[in-house]
Structure formats: C-alpha cells, structure tokens
C-alpha cells in the first residue's frame, strides 16, 4: 500500500469511527467516512464494553478520555422478580487496565468524531447515502446519494462496511437477504432515574417479566431493557410501556415515579453474512453480524471486527501481509461469531426467561458463586471475554522471519 491510501468507511456509527481513529492516529492513512445521517446518532444504545474493546481503546489512544467520560461499574447479577438475589459476579470492579467501562454510545459517538477530526487526512460526509459498490483491481467505490439529491462516486484502496444492520453495502454485495433469524421476543429500552437498590447491573430472571436494569451513567441515568411480544407494533408498545413498568419493577412504580428520557422497541436478531470480504470490501459489526445484547456480545464482537481489521489494514500498509489476509479476516471472524458470539448471546437470553434453560442456569449460576469465592478463577472468567480478539499481527512477515 502506498502513503496515498485511501480507506473510505461507510457509517459514523462506533465500530466505523473506531476503526477510522486507529487507521488515521497510528498508521496516517487517510480516511473518509460516509454516513446517510446528518449527524451522529444520539440514542444512547449500547452502554457497556467488555476488556476486549477497551483494549482497542487503547490502541485508539481514546481510552484516558472514555475513562473521563464514563465509569467501571460494580457487578452484574442475575435476581428474581421480587429482587431476591441470585447468583453474581464482578461485585468489586476489576481495576486492571483493560477493565470494562460504560458510557452510552450517545456520548462514546461524539467523542470518536472529536478524536478522528483532530487528525490529519481525514474528513465525514454527513448526508452520504451509499447505495450501491463499483470495484476493480485498482480500486472501490462506493455509488453515493446525498441529502441535496446529488449523486456521486467516491474511491479508495478499500472499502468498509460500518453502516450497520440494514448495510447499504452489505446489500450491495448480497442483495437484502441477511442469513439469520429475528428472535419471537422483542425489547424496549429505557433509561430512567435511578430508584432500587440494585447493584450496576441486574438481570430479572422471570418467564414473562424478564429484564435488565443497568446503570448507565454517573449521573443518576439507568436503563431498564424488557421483553415484549414479537407481534406488537411500535405504538402498541409505547402505549403498553407504563402497565408494563408497573407490573414488571419492584415496588410497582406509576408514571410520575420515574423520569422517563427515551424508549426504543428493538427487534432481536441472530444473523451473519455469508462473508466479510469481496474483494476491495469489507464488512464489519453490525453490517456483517447481529446479535441480541444479553451480555453486550453485539458490539463487544463488533469492535473485535475493528480491531482485527485494523491489524490486517495496517500490516497491508506497512508490507507485512498481502492482501489475502482479509479472506483469512472473513473466515476467522465468521468463526467466532458461529462458535462464540451466535451460541454464548443465545444462552444470555435463555437464561432470562426459558424452562428448558434450567439446567444451564443452574451450571451458570454455580459459576458465578465459584468466582465470587476464587476471585483469580473468577477474573480468569471475566478476561475470556479476550477470546472474541483474533490477532493478525501474528502473520506479519517480520513475525513469520523473526520465529524462523
Ligand atoms: C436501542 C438499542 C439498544 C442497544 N443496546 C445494546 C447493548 O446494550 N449492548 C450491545 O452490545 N449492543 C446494543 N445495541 C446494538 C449496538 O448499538 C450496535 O451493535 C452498534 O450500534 C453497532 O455499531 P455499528 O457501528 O456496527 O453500526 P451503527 O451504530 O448502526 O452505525 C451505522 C451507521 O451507518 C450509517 N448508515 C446506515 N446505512 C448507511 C448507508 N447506506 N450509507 C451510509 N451510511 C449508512 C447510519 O446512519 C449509522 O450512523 C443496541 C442497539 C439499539 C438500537
């Protein structure tokens, strides 16, 4: 790759501009991001990152500034409805380097573009709708619409998919079908005031009354994530929301206990694209896979996407790998969702609300209590989370020549 290398991402949205801070900070490759919005999207959504995304914090140089802006949170535990404990783990947050943060992707958002527009080369398209993919052996594009009803071409070296779920560019590889499923529950969020005794996060283990509480913020924001039928539609669920919160909180709570800032009904999915790579494209996150959030595995895999993209990129840069290396990117990543991300996320959910779930429960739970009583075994457990990374630079040519 040359010094002249042009990355074009397409999608503002967390795992695009990480990817895009450590392309631009680390390596000096000049990078355009695209997104069809006007402006960064300021719904909180994800909150919490695992040791793994952090890690790439790290080498995004965002990290110290996160840290700032957010917190490490005390524990996550699972109770039932009447708020009787259950079984918890990370009651003492872990303080290593690595340890997990919250801050809501409302504030992570503009952070990234703060980060990313301080650097030289590098610039957003706000209002850049990509509807369609162009490549040959020198070059991709990507076939724009703006929000003025322009259109137009945009190259680079290579092409990034961050557009998220409905990925104008993964349809343009693949056409609209997403191999997966839409799960038969579907969830709202909520943040709200802070009111119950409840450690950071917690999950309410019920057949019905199933939910999370977890705070979200410093000061005093929390969310609450609950399920609902799959067949409502968005009005049916807002109208529902207060007969829902009544039945499902502790102590009961009317419209006017709570301050209520925003609620979103969200479809659970479980899907992957059958690959990360044609060519001169790539997928990452959302774009490429999907999972529902019950332990946070959505984007914690879809920042592991970046930060083994970033590697395969970089080493492309600096002529430590060719560029078959993001086959190797699409088949390994692709594992890991089908033998981590698909099957670990399935099992959060299940364990909320399913009979059949028993017997996992009650494995998972006995976990949990041989951690708080080994807490090395137990900060063993929380680290495996490490195991979503895969690390490329291993295949550097300098690695290869250094073992020889
Ligand atoms: C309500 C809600 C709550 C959530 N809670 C959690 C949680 O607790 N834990 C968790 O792990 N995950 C959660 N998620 C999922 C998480 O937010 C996503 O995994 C994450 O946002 C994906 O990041 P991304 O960068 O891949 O895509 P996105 O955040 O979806 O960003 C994609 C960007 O691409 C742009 N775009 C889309 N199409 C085009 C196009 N054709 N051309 C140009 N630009 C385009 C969009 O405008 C957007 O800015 C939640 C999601 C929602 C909606």
Redesign the pocket.
Known sequence: MSLATIVVI????????LLAVMLARNKGIKVTI????TK??D??????YAPSAVYDFHRAGILDDVRKQGFTPKGVCWRRKDTTFLAGMGREPEQSQYAMVVLP?DRLGPLLVRHFESLPNTQILWG????GIEQDEKEAR?V?QTSDGESKKIGGDYVVG????????R?ALFGREYPGETLDKQIV?LPFDEKFDYWDSNFIVHPTDWYMA?KITTDGLW?V?YGDDANLTREEIVERQPMRYEQILPGNPKPGDYKLISM?P?KLQQRCAPSFRVGRVVL????AH?CN?F??????G?FADVGSLYDCLAGIHDDELDDSILDKYSEIRIKIWREMIDPLSRANFHRLWDENAKKEREEFFAMCEKALDDPLWGKGVAESVHSVRHDFTQYYKSKAKATE
């Open positions: 397409v999608g503002a949205g967390p795992s695009g501009l695209l997104d069809a919005d960064i999207n719904n909180p959504r994800a909150a919490h992707l850049h709708k990509v509807v990507v724009v961050a557009d998220g779920a409905s990925s104008g560019v349809q969020y977890a969310r994530t979103n969200y990452v996150a959302d774009a999907l959030p332990g946070g595995l959505g984007l914690t879809g």
